[in-house]
DNA sequence: TCTGGGGTCCTAGGACCC
DNA sequence: TCTGGGGTCCTAGGACCC
């Protein structure tokens, strides 16, 4: 099962907590603006789009997560909602605040989203219900911002303590244990940190409904229907810790995409769109230190509109050597771009992708030439690439590369990325 | 008319190699 | 008529998270 971390591996017992602010966005908002107190307040994504963040009045008067915000527009003139538009260096922002405090009160600790983070308590000298109620109070009185704690044996366990905490407890902390474990029959299994909508539906087939009936369900045999994922998650039920604090690692892929406001249908616009992303992209790949090894350009039309016609499109394109240069990211995007560009349709949205990063100590003249005979078959391989994708963007091949792989198997792959220097520079 | 953006992990099955 | 077996690497696609 892979339950590598230290606790598990020693039989200890662990008490994780999970920390998560309140409708964080919306809470954030509240801060700022005291006489938001005790009134609804919604927050929407980009362009406006969608209900991305709801305060628990918001909720009450029934407007869903993700919800395209047009639909309840009159609800909320009605009921007088304070709308906000997304602010998310102001989210960012107040979320290191907290980060901070947590980090200050207790090192052992996982970041895991913009408003939530899991402590490790083992060791923790104090009762741990009273150190999350004073950890509470700091951070109410710090930021403003109200976060509920939940504490149990393992993280799965700890989310759900969590959702009570916020949902049922007046304290926003709960401890989550062998004497109140009967709990899990009232959670439903979507509930379960890990089953989305697919995997619920799946488990209410074989008439698993609730936490408890998860937990008590044969491993062996959900372990084949579903994977290894199901199983773990339902050792976490049972209190045998699966998942540890994980450290930050540097993300391995970085994306940069945004939906038009208005429906967009000349190239220029586009290029202006994507350089811009692409700008973006590559100062978040420089921010932790890596390069990229290439790119993924993607277009497409509003597949809401069914009265346009659709077209969407992807292209990638591995780099010559790995790169963090905003220039030539920025160069071969707008490339990628008019390859992927047709003339008549009404665009919606497009972005970049950077993929297959790699630590920038690697260093960049590490290019052979290929000495062996197979530099002839290299050359043909990377003609027939130019030929059929534009000779002004995929000028290199990697050494061990099959004619007949798609071009995206190139540098999709982690092996080039291990291997970064057997990559060949032939032209 | 208006519908977000950015991530991760797992698996089946094909391709390939010896 | 008979047509190896074991292993690795790789991708697409599914599923989930915030």
């Known amino acids: 099962l892979g339950c590598s971390h230290a606790s598990a591996a020693r039989g200890v017992m662990s008490i994780f907590a999970l920390v998560d602010c309140n409708n964080f966005y919306a809470s954030c908002e509240r801060v700022f603006n005291p006489r938001l107190e005790g009134k609804p307040i919604v927050v929407l994504s980009n362009n406006d789009g969608c209900v991305i963040a709801r305060s628990n009045e918001a909720k009450k008067l029934g407007i869903p997560m993700g919800a395209p915000f047009f639909q309840w527009e009159k609800v909320c003139k009605q009921h007088k909602v304070n709308v906000f538009s997304s602010n998310y260096e102001l989210y960012g922002d107040m979320s290191s605040r907290v980060m901070a405090l947590l980090t200050e009160a207790w090192p052992d600790i996982e970041i895991y989203s913009i408003d939530e983070a899991f402590l490790l308590l083992d060791g923790c000298p104090e009762n741990c219900v009273e150190f999350s109620l004073a950890l509470r109070q700091k951070i109410k009185s710090c930021t403003g911002l109200p976060v509920s704690i939940g504490i149990a044996k393992t993280k799965t366990l700890a989310k759900i303590a969590n959702f009570i905490a916020k949902n049922q407890t007046e304290s926003g902390v709960f401890h989550l244990n ?44 959900l372990r084949k229907q579903f994977s290894v994922v199901m199983e773990k998650m339902i050792y976490e039920l049972r209190g045998v810790s699966c998942l540890g604090l994980e450290s930050v690692q540097p993300r391995k892929q970085i994306i940069s995409s945004r939906s038009f406001g208005k429906l967009i249908t000349s190239l220029s616009e586009l290029e202006e769109a994507i350089s811009h992303y692409a700008a973006i992209a590559s100062e978040k790949l420089r921010s932790q230190h890596s390069l990229a090894s290439g790119l993924v350009v993607f277009l497409q039309t509003n597949f809401f509109r069914k009265q346009d016609v659709q077209y969407q499109n992807s292209v990638c394109v591995p780099f010559p050597a790995a790169t963090a240069d905003t220039a030539y990211i920025i160069h071969i995007a707008k490339k990628c771009l008019q390859r992927l560009y047709r003339k008549g349709f009404r665009y919606h949205k497009t972005g970049i992708m950077l993929l297959n990063l790699i630590p920038d100590t690697v260093k960049q003249n590490d290019w052979l030439l290929p000495q062996s005979s197979a530099r002839d078959t290299l050359m043909k391989t990377v003609d027939s690439i130019n030929q059929e994708y534009g000779r002004n963007t995929v000028f290199y091949c990697a050494e061990g590369i099959n004619p007949t792989w798609k071009i995206k198997s190139v540098f999709r792959s982690p092996r080039y990325t291990t291997r970064w220097n057997e990559i060949l520079k032939v032209r």
């Open 178 to 221: 062998d004497s109140n474990i009967s709990i899990l029959k009232t959670i439903p299994v979507e509930k379960i940190w890990g089953v989305g909508r697919r995997l619920a539906a799946r488990l209410n087939d074989l008439k698993i409904f609730t936490a408890e009936e998860l937990k008590n369900s044969d491993t062996k045999k």
